[in-house]
């Protein structure tokens, strides 16, 4: 078909639409002229010889019925099936508004369940999922080796320029590094921290974006180190911090007190390539040396440096496995050509979703066992609807059979009930919306406590929205589709004469108590997990984290952002760390590059003497702090063997280090660790000393497993950004301002960031999250039992209702009534009793899959809870006993006389 | 239902289509019975057509802009639906004849050289 017919079609089609919307000709104005027509065919029969009536017969016959001929215009007049739907969705209102119970129940049912499916996926979306903003962002992959602390794949930038020129399969590789600056719009003014990306001069290119204003990098910049010193503004940060003033093209700014000249301002929506960083500068990757806190890292040179990330899209008709083959052969050539730096290093290449997903396992494994839980939500949701539908069926059976026996086709009256279905699914997921936005705002609470740009966006946004659409509608098909079919299955006949077509009734019932089994058996395992989970975290925010959080107050300095010396650098250290010392109210001040719950820690490599690795492998990778010699008494960690650190731990004197004590006894089980020795990064460098060995508390977060540590002596090491911390005497906080015009003495120009006290680090960075888990899931598990309920309850009410009349016979021939409800409560226990076993069983199963999410289990401490399954088990119990015991209870209220009436 | 039976009438309304507007070209505007009397008579009564047929067909026709069609008055006063040729109804006359042509011509061909 052509241009021209395809435009035909479309007008014919469009000119039905309106037919069938505004009806452009009316029934009347069709009949008129059919008859019209009928007329003259009549006349012309007259005219042959006939009767009049003879004649109007023969013409109706000749020229087709009436009727036929009315319908087949009608059909061609608008949409047919539109029509049947619009009629459809009117009849199925009538039916809901003329059933308000069964409508409620089933509308609020399915909310629960698509809210809380809602609900689960805005919250992996701003964790995990949400893509990029870039166009075509499942197309861009990461290269790179694995990191053996974090799981991501990271480079080095000489490895990057290899693999850049030397790959084949891609369509442009960039590279990039998140990076701190000291930022100053003019000379003079205070810098404050911000926080970028240092790129390729490819970055825009190969991401496929163009600057909003001015340009982007051009190649020529990306060959030079420490000579381009331009600048791209982040859009957020130009709008914020220029007044998205136009004229910034040009202008001159400050970072780390270089002068950088603005040469184009990122477009609107676009903030960079790290998952929740909002970039606020963009500079070429050859700047990095002279923006760099630590001199001695020579990023651009070093190949064992490895802090880019590599990202690229492959060339059309190459796929992924091509890809990695290469990379696998150049990983090879690298190791060969480099022994020391690359061994064992391979090259990956992964979508950016698979490396967020490496990068964050327990935050996806928690994601998909929250996901889980909320599609059993949805499960129980729609078990109750469709335990509704199935027990309303009897009373539709007739109304159905009427339908079909004046000639509704079968899959006529299934749509018709699937649109009625689909009407209370869309009316759940509206409402289901409102739940999700309650549980987006709870959301709200996780905030990542930083002054740097650092976001995670929890949104009700589109993606959403059609997550809850498509759940609303494979809800309606779940719940609907099954009865639907059902219910048009039965024999004409048979219902016709029936009084409330009790055909299937066998079957159904058991269909109905089998729905509700299971809707008490996931119940059970939505609250057991719950249960776990809510204790786990308790007993895991009663422990803390190892280490007092009250009085204390942390604030972070990078004096190397000021292009510092070494020299310059240790001798503001210990400035600072002498005047903190005497601010009235401050007991302890102490130095130290890692912060505990405060992120992920950084790493150090270390060979222990005589440790056997397993083959292939010659060192281990473990979490690691610098730390001055009033830290461990700063923090409030015992030092449980030997020493701590002291001021004679000297760049001069012997190497020592303090480790904690899952490291000791993972390299020195059964002996005194004390005057053990390791090496650090490779067999060349001078042996270290333990002297100590720390109490093991949390560092990255508070459920964590136990994690080996690595303490190394700040004096010993280039000393680099650092937080300083306070343990106070009286309210930490009241030294913020005091501790501020100390640093400034010092260097007025000096940026101070992330000023907080540790309780308020705990609370964002542990409390809250955990707090927010714990409502998620408490909140799925209590729904759960809900919605269980109401399906049990149903089910009895139901079928007590079937029975009124052999109660009332019972009972009239002498059955006590506790003996009536003695039988009705048993039909509704035994289905409880056996869907909590089933649950229970399935439980187990699910513990063990919860000490996989919670390492050490949820309580941290590796045991289980042997109360939660009593616990669950009698609250499932109680309450399903009430369930059942009310309509049975109402049961045996039955008046024998009106009983028998009934009918 | 409405979809009975589509390949033969798509055929049937393939053709009616061509025999319409072509009735509509030469003859300028008619109702509805006067083109079914008109094929009834080119064809020496063998075309004989059915109200649920003919009807629908020009419905088709004006929807998808070949026809237009307003009331008016029969030269026996009487009220009827007339069916005029639009523009893009010849357009689509002479394309479709031109297809009928090199369909007959190449059966033609065909049988010819078969006998």
């Known amino acids: 078909m052509t241009w021209m017919g395809a435009m035909v079609t479309l007008r014919e089609w469009s000119r039905r639409l309106a037919g069938t919307v505004r009806r452009s000709r009316t029934d009347g104005d069709l009949e008129e002229e059919l008859r019209f027509h009928l007329d003259l065919k ?43 739907l619009a009629r459809d969705v009117r009849y199925g209102y009538r039916m809901l508004v003329r059933n308000p ?41 990461v290269v790179g080796s694995t990191d053996s602390l974090s799981g991501s794949l990271v480079s080095s930038y000489r490895d990057y320029v290899d693999i850049r020129d030397v790959s084949r399969s891609f369509d442009g590789l960039l590279a990039f590094t998140t990076s701190t600056a000291a930022f100053a719009a003019e000379a003079g003014a205070a810098p404050r921290l911000s926080m970028g990306m240092l790129v390729s001069s490819n970055f825009f290119q190969v991401i496929g974006i163009e600057p909003e204003l001015g340009r982007a990098f051009q190649p020529n910049e ?23 003033d136009r004229s910034v093209i040009g202008r001159t700014v400050h970072l780390n007190g270089i002068q950088f000249t603005i040469v184009g301002v990122a477009p609107s929506g676009f903030t960079g390539l790290a998952q929740y960083t909002r970039s606020e500068f963009y500079v070429p990757l050859m700047m990095w040396p002279r923006l760099t806190a630590d001199p001695t890292a020579r990023p651009l040179e070093a190949r064992a440096f490895r802090n880019v990330t590599i990202e690229g899209r492959l060339k059309s008709r190459v796929t992924m496995s091509q890809a990695q083959a290469e990379l696998s052969t150049i990983a090879r050539n690298l190791e060969q050509a480099y022994p020391d730096t690359n061994r064992n290093r391979r090259l990956v ?68 009930l699937v649109t009625e279905s689909m009407l ?17 705002r709870l959301f709200h609470q996780i905030q990542i406590p930083t002054d740097f740009p650092i976001v995670v966006a929890f949104e009700l946004d589109r993606r959403a929205l059609l997550v809850s659409l498509a759940v609303a509608v494979a809800s309606a098909v779940l719940f609907g589709l099954a009865p639907a079919v059902t219910s048009t299955r039965a024999e004409l006949t048979t219902v016709m004469k029936a009084t409330d077509g009790a055909g299937s009734g066998y079957r159904r019932r058991w269909g109905r ?43 972070s300095l990078a004096p190397g952002q000021l292009r510092y010396s070494d020299a310059q650098a240790r001798q503001f250290f210990e400035r600072l760390s002498e005047r903190a010392q005497l601010v009235p109210g401050v007991k302890v001040a102490a130095l130290t590059r890692f912060m505990p719950m405060d992120g992920l820690p950084p790493s150090v490599t270390i060979i222990p003497e005589g440790f056997q690795f397993p083959v292939g492998k010659e060192s281990a990778t473990h979490a690691s702090s610098i730390v001055d010699e009033h830290y461990f008494d700063a923090i409030g960690l015992p030092i449980l063997k030997g020493r701590g650190f002291r001021a004679t731990d000297s760049a001069e004197a012997p190497r020592v280090a303090v480790v904690n004590a899952v490291l000791a006894d993972r390299y020195w089980p059964g002996q005194n660790p004390i005057g053990k020795r390791f090496r650090l990064d490779n067999s060349r460098t001078p042996w270290v000393e333990i002297v100590g060995v720390a109490k093991t508390s949390k560092y990255g977060f508070l459920i964590e497993k136990p994690m080996e540590f690595v303490y ?21 906080s009241s030294l913020a301002a005091p501790l501020t015009a100390v640093v400034n003495g010092l260097d007025a120009n000096m940026p101070i960031a992330n000023v907080r006290t540790m309780d308020e680090l705990y609370r964002m960075r542990s409390v809250a999250v955990l707090g927010v888990i714990v409502t998620m899931i408490g909140a799925m598990g209590t729904m759960g039992l809900a919605l269980a309920i109401v399906g049990l309850y149903g089910l009895v009410a139901y079928a007590a209702s079937r029975r009124t009349k052999e109660i009332g016979i019972r009972i009239a021939i002498g059955a006590r009534r506790s003996d009536v409800l003695r039988m009705i409560l048993q039909q509704g226990m035994v289905l409880a009793l056996a869907g909590l076993g089933l649950g229970l069983a399935l439980s187990l199963g699910v513990a063990r899959a919860l000490a996989r999410i919670f390492p050490g289990g949820p309580g941290g401490d590796g045991g289980t809870d042997l109360l939660t399954i009593p616990m669950v088990a009698a609250t499932v ?6 369930a059942a015991f009310v309509p049975a209870h109402r049961a045996s209220r039955i008046n024998p006389t009106e009983a028998l009436h009934y009918e | 239902m409405s979809t009975k039976e589509p390949q033969k009438t798509d055929i049937l309304q393939g053709t009616l289509d061509l025999m319409v507007l072509q009735t509509l070209a030469t003859l300028g505007p008619l109702h509805g019975y006067a083109i079914a009397a008109r094929l009834e008579q080119v064809s020496d009564r063998s075309l004989r057509l059915n109200m649920g047929t003919l009807y629908p067909g020009l419905m088709r026709l004006e929807q998808r802009g070949f026809v237009r069609a307003k009331w008016g008055v029969t030269d026996n006063n009487r009220k009827a639906r007339f069916y005029e040729i639009t523009a893009a109804g010849r357009r689509q006359l002479a394309s479709e004849r031109a297809g009928w042509d090199r369909t007959a011509s190449i059966m033609h061909a065909l049988l010819n050289e078969q006998r």
């Open chain 1, 877 to 882: 119990l109680a309450v399903t006993l009430i």
């Open chain 1, 513 to 555: 108590a089998v729905l509700v089994g299971g809707q008490v058996a996931i119940a059970v395992v939505l609250l057991v997990v719950a249960t776990f989970v809510y204790r786990g975290f308790q007993r895991q925010l009663g422990t803390g984290p190892g280490f007092p959080t009250d009085h204390r107050l942390m604030l």
């Open chain 1, 222 to 244: 990306g060959e030079v180190p420490g000579r381009d010193a331009v600048a791209i503004l982040g859009h957020d940060f130009w709008e914020r911090r220029f007044g998205a």
């Open chain 1, 42 to 84: 009549a006349a012309e029969t007259r005219r042959r010889g006939g009767g009049a009536e003879d004649a109007e017969r023969a013409a109706t016959l000749q020229a087709g019925g009436l009727a036929q001929s009315m319908e087949a215009l009608r059909d061609q007049r608008g949409l047919r099936w539109l029509e049947d």
């Open chain 1, 712 to 732: 190394l002596p700040y004096r010993q090491r280039a000393p680099q950004s650092m937080f300083l911390l306070i343990e106070s005497a009286g309210d930490p």
């Open chain 1, 349 to 416: 290449v992964r979508t950016d979703l698979q490396n967020r997903i490496a990068n964050a396992q327990r935050v996806a494994t928690l994601l998909a066992m929250l996901t889980v839980l909320a599609a059993a939500v949805l499960f129980v949701a729609c078990a109750n609807v469709a335990g509704l539908l199935t027990s309303r069926a009897p009373l539709r059976a007739r109304e159905i059979a009427l339908r079909m026996s004046i000639g509704a086709g079968r899959s006529r009256v299934i749509r018709q």
């Open chain 1, 101 to 141: 119970v069964f409508t409620i129940i089933s509308v609020v049912s399915l909310a629960i369940g698509i809210g809380a499916n809602c609900a689960v996926f805005s919250f992996a979306d701003a964790l995990l999922l949400r893509p990029l903003p870039v166009p075509r962002p499942a197309e861009l992959l």
């Open chain 1, 424 to 440: 209370i699914a869309l009316h759940g997921g509206v409402l289901g919306l409102g739940v999700g936005y309650a549980a987006v």
